[in-house]
């Protein structure tokens, strides 16, 4: 019986992935990196900060100290920061909210599970703050999804066992993660055909009859 839905952010509420891409694009430029792509984006979707970058940095032969890393993970972060400080409303997904407010009504708690560290800022500029029971993201935990620490904290902070949560995700990294955290994992938008999901959709308005059917 599913007591929690625990959602990813990026991708899955809100139209964040765009903004994400556009940073990395410019680090990119900066460094004099050539052929970074949407299909190298789209491997960066779930993953750390840190993670991203490595994808970033397999595209040229330089190599970095740790220190030197951690930079250029800052310098992306200033850029991006700078495009979701534009974030309001209009950027949420459409049906996002009025999907959450409806879980809600039938008594089903929520919670965010998601690897950014940006999660509390980008929540504040979209105002849905006030609608999660729990919030669980990459400030909590340094072991990034695949790893399902993300997930576990939330159901934690929520005090609902892992196999009593259901988590929405756009990501393989996260789907992985809700699977090996011992979760229902339902893939939507870019996870949708993810065969490690139990439940599979184009769009979280595919999601109302099984979330009845669920709880
Ligand atoms: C995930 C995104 O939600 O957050 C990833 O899908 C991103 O692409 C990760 O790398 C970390 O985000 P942030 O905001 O902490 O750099
Ligand atoms: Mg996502």
Sequence with gaps: ???A????????????DELHFKAWSSLAEELGIKGFTKSDNARQRGVSRMAS???LLEKTDRQFTDEEKEELAERKNEMY????????????????VEFIDYIKSKGIKTAIGSASKNTPL?????EISDKFD???????????KPEPDVFLIAAKKLGIAPECCAVIEDS???????KSGGMYAIAVGAAE????????????ESLYKAITLLA
Excluded: Q, W, Y
């Design 1 to 3: 019986m599913i007591k």
């Design 193 to 204: 055909h993810n065969p490690e999901a139990d439940v599979s959709v184009a769009s979280i």
């Design 172 to 178: 393989d990294a996260g789907i992985r993660a809700a």
């Design 5 to 16: 839905v625990i959602f990813d952010l990026d991708g899955v509420l809100v139209t964040t």
């Design 81 to 96: 920061i700078r495009s979701i400080s534009k974030l309001s409303k209009s950027d949420l997904l459409p049906e996002a």
């Design 134 to 144: 729990a919030i669980s993201c990459g400030l909590d935990t340094v072991r990034a």
């Design 53 to 55: 970058l490595e994808i």
């Design 122 to 126: 980008i929540l504040k500029k979209t």
